[in-house]
């Protein structure tokens, strides 16, 4: 029996320069520690570039994003084909494609931490390192993930 295909994520914001950037990196992590079969990438309405507030606090956890680049929806493969698509910006959700009917869309919105200061970054990340924690738990347990950001548990994947 073949191998079942891993979920794959797509994460959205407008320039794909911050919180996309450090959503990517951060759920691939919690993927990683729980042993979770993801494929997840990010992608933004425009690309620009990865902002250095996002490489710094990132950097900050042991992770880095050295070799990521800002990007749009269509410089990801298969642009078309995802198990969820996450906004983490209210611009991306109004700007977002439809998905076909077996994607599930959610959004969880974050502020934006560029130009401000690095404990602002530190804010921003932290935040969406508990959503997408607790995304992936979910997940991993079998269980409907966070519907919205009000709805997630700050929980930390172990």
């Known amino acids: 029996m073949p191998a079942p295909h891993p979920t794959r994520v797509l994460i959205l914001c ?5 919180r996309s950037q450090m959503a990517e990196a951060l759920l691939r992590d919690a993927a990683r520690r729980l042993d979770l079969d993801l494929d997840v ?9 990865v902002k250095d507030g996002a ?3 990132i950097a900050e956890l042991g992770l880095n994003l050295d070799h990521h680049t ?17 906004t983490v910006c209210d611009s991306a959700a109004e700007a977002c494609p439809v998905y076909p009917g077996r994607t599930e869309r959610r959004h969880y919105p974050f502020m934006d931490p560029s130009g401000g ?12 390192r508990g959503q997408f924690d607790a995304f992936a738990l979910a997940l991993k347990e079998g269980r409907p993930v966070p ?7 700050a929980v930390t994947a172990q």
């Open 117 to 128: 200061s690095l404990d602002r970054w530190r804010e921003v990340r932290d935040q969406l």
């Open 14 to 18: 407008t320039h794909n320069s911050a």
């Open 70 to 86: 800002s990007k749009t929806l269509w410089d990801v493969p298969d642009a078309q084909n995802f198990d969820y698509v996450i």
């Open 147 to 153: 519907p919205t950001y009000e709805d997630s548990p």
């Open 41 to 49: 990438h990010s992608a933004g309405t425009e690309a620009t570039q």
């Open 55 to 57: 490489r710094t606090v």
